[in-house]
């Protein structure tokens, strides 16, 4: 039996590492590495700005920062700026980043490198303009929304097709030297068909291309109450956030009006007697997201356990603090957990998992479901006891997801660290 965990352990491992050494792979990997410190800025301040110095923040009300902090708005401005300054452009440098690591083998030329960049940025954004600005001869308007955290994916996608073509054409001429005419064809060639690509979207389609696809996954799912409802929700939600989409799929109203009907029963009535006590946020949103989405937590307490990389632990430590307030940006990009094989594959089970041993206890009353609105920032282990009112069993309950989930993710982080050495050795 030991025999066989090795082996499949190695396989794991060469699979991992194989998985990395691909071209594409490889660019997206140094990609994410670049813009980490970006994220995890923009992830600070958004941290800062929403649970410090927001009225419904979490350290806002209980450290009663306003008695103490002076000119709040004008911080809560500046936080804000930051935060749409790094957060908010994180598909563009995605898409600049993976052309340019792309094209970097194939000429030692810097204009070619940064043209291949620049010509994948201006193609993201052929892609993201609201259509009446296009169809209708108004002044383009870009949707910025699109373009952030929730755009990495796009931007992975964007940032490939163009560093790939861009690739292929330098492949094809002189590599010793920097020919002006033949760099002017290439970019003139490529943003051409980008936007004639992304004039066909516009045309075709009333939504961005980054809305296309959080519908997809998004219809299947309207109110899951049922078991497999929220294990479904769970699993695509974390598949999309797996691919590079961040930031959780936005319930529908029904959710927000069975939580206003939940905290009314409550306040009216003794005891605890809920109309609606499994929902995406009594079930998912309180025991299944510790950390954000995957249980970052988990993961976080797991690299700390087992003997990370210097770059793991550099990375766990810096990320500690917007982790503990539900934030999970800065681990997804700097492990990264984004298109890691390894790491798909807890990042899907343990939540899963959670719900599962959760959905049971409320639905057999052995823990009260969450009623009370929780505050922006509320370390994720508090969730349930806050919600609840201070109930020690929902307190226990979240102690024992956050226990089960760091034991799933554990053999998985030394599988990586592993992986990871020996990429690092590799590249060393």
Not at 236 to 259: R, T
């Amino acid at each position: 039996m030991t025999d066989r965990t090795a082996r499949l352990g190695m396989w794991l491992v060469n699979g991992e590492v194989r998985f990395y050494r691909n071209r594409q792979i490889s660019a997206i990997r140094q990609a994410l590495r670049l813009i980490f410190p970006i994220i995890l800025l923009g992830s600070l301040a958004d941290f800062l700005e929403q649970s410090w110095l927001r009225t419904d923040g979490y350290y806002y009300q209980t450290l009663h920062v306003a008695r103490w902090l002076f000119q709040v708005k004008i911080l809560r401005q500046y936080l804000r700026l930051i935060s749409a300054g790094t957060l908010g452009l994180a598909g563009i440098l995605m898409a600049f980043a993976v052309s340019f690591y792309l094209v970097v083998p194939v000429t030692r030329h810097t204009t070619d490198r940064l043209m291949a960049g620049t010509i994948a940025v201006i193609s993201l954004k052929f892609f993201n303009v609201t259509r009446s600005s296009v169809l209708g001869g108004h002044a383009i308007k870009w949707v910025a929304t699109d373009l952030g955290i929730q755009g990495i994916l796009v931007g992975i996608l964007v940032g490939v097709l163009v560093g790939n073509g861009y690739r292929w054409a330098l492949s094809r001429r002189s590599p010793d030297l920097e020919q002006i005419p033949s760099t002017l064809v290439i970019t003139c060639t490529w943003l051409g068909v980008m936007a004639a690509l992304g004039l066909l979207w516009v045309s075709t389609q009333t939504v961005s291309l980054n809305s296309a696809f959080a519908s997809i996954i998004r219809w299947p799912f309207r109110l899951p109450h049922f078991i497999f409802g929220l294990l479904g929700y769970c699993v695509l939600n974390g598949a999309f956030e797996w691919l590079g989409v961040l930031g959780p799929l936005s319930a529908s109203s029904g959710q927000s009006i069975e939580s206003a009907q939940n905290l009314a029963a409550v306040l009216a009535h003794h005891g605890w007697q809920l109309p609606h006590p499994l929902t995406l946020h009594t079930v998912v949103g309180v025991y299944a997201n510790l950390g954000g989405t995957g249980m970052m937590l988990s993961l976080l307490l797991a690299l700390f356990l087992s003997r990370p990389t210097a770059w793991q632990q550099r990375i766990g430590w810096l990320s500690l603090v917007p982790t503990l307030g539900n934030f999970n940006a800065p681990m997804m990009v700097g492990l990264p957990v984004i298109l890691s094989p390894l790491l798909g594959i807890p990042f899907i089970l343990a939540p899963s998992a959670c719900i599962t041993l959760s959905w049971l206890c409320i639905r057999l009353k052995w823990v009260p479901a969450v009623a009370y609105p929780l505050l922006t920032g509320t370390p994720g282990p508090l969730q349930a006891y806050l919600g609840t009112g201070g109930n020690w069993t929902a307190l226990a309950l979240s102690l024992a997801d956050l226990i089960l989930s760091t034991a799933i993710y554990y053999p998985f982080v030394k599988l990586v660290q592993a992986a990871h050495r020996q990429l690092d050795g590799e590249v060393a």
